[in-house]
């Protein structure tokens, strides 16, 4: 079993699509282990993204991340780290599959709906950045 964090971002909750999301991500046979909805601080949103903190749209991003409530969901999957950026589709919507949370929930590369781990080893390090184990 593989785990991944999926961020509902703050487009996709002011949007109202986070049970449409939620839904998609069940059907797709993950297993939640835990959900929150918070606001991030800048300093958590910064933390989040260091490994972002060099690129052109690292202030943008985190203050796109901090402009409103997201809801973080620890998931579980054989293979959910490749599974789940299956069913986010690409980073940019406009090169996202037909059907993909992001093509159907995206505004643009920023306001991407959600969050995905890009790795097996930080699917277990974004997990533990929100959730102690005793929550899981
Ligand atoms: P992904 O979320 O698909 O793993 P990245 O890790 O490359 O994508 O980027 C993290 C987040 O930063 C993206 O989901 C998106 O919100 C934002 N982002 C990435 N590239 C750009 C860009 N060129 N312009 C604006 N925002 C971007
Ligand atoms: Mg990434």
Redesign the pocket.
């Known amino acids: 079993m593989e785990r991944t964090l999926c961020i509902i971002k703050p487009d996709a909750v002011k949007k109202k699509v986070q049970g449409k999301i939620i839904q998609m991500i069940l059907d797709s046979g993950f297993n939640m282990l835990g959900m929150k909805m918070l606001q991030l601080s800048t300093k958590q949103a910064q933390k989040f ?1 260091e490994i ?1 903190k060099e690129r052109p ?1 690292y202030n ?2 985190v203050e ?1 991340m901090t402009s409103g409530p997201v809801i973080t969901i620890a998931l579980e999957k054989a293979n959910a780290v490749k599974d789940y950026r299956e069913l986010i589709g690409a ?1 940019d919507p406009a090169e996202a599959k037909a059907g993909t949370v992001r093509k159907l929930f995206a505004s643009s ?2 306001e ?1 709906a959600v ?2 781990s ?1 790795s097996a080893e930080n699917g277990i390090k974004e997990v533990a950045f929100f959730f102690s184990e005793s929550e899981l």
Do not use: R, S
Request: proline content about 0%; cysteine-free.
């Open positions: 993204y972002h749209f943008d991003l796109f980073t590369k920023q991407n969050h995905g890009d």
